[in-house]
């Protein structure tokens, strides 16, 4: 049985977790799935222009597993855009850092920004801080100040 997964560090939430070809109807869309942990590596690699070593020790992983990682990413990356694909960024592995205690989770358990076990969420839109019950993902509550869902999209 192989050994579970470290949590990568994710410093980052995307406002935007679906992007898609214009002129293309949802429905004719195939989808290309990018883990929050791959969108992480290509941030900090492509676009913070750090190397390899320094992001993935900000990530908690090895560099390795840094370059396995942001070669996945650019390759879902290309392959939507080469074939028209959306890219949809939800799940993988990972801990939000710096947003407070019991923020982030663990994609596998439920969505995009599901909150494992228990802990709280913040509102996109108010950034009201919102408490919810053992495995109950975000992206399946309402913040109670303004009505919005919490997962973002």
Known sequence: MPRPRRFRKVCFEPNVTYFKPAGVRMIDL??????????????????????????????NISQ???????????????????????????????????????????GRMGGPFGAGPGGTCVCPKCKHEVSHQVGVPCYQMKCPKCGTLMARG
């Open 64 to 106: 390795p597993t840094f370059n396995r990682l942001i070669a996945s990413a650019r390759k879902k990356i290309a392959d939507a855009i080469v074939n028209g694909k959306a890219i949809k960024i939800e799940g993988g592995v990972y801990k939000m850092v710096g947003f407070g205690k019991g923020r982030g989770g663990r």
């Open 30 to 59: 195939e989808e290309s799935i990018l883990n929050v942990d791959e969108f992480e590596a290509v941030r900090l690699k492509d676009l913070g222009g750090l190397d390899e070593n320094t992001a993935a020790k900000k990530m």
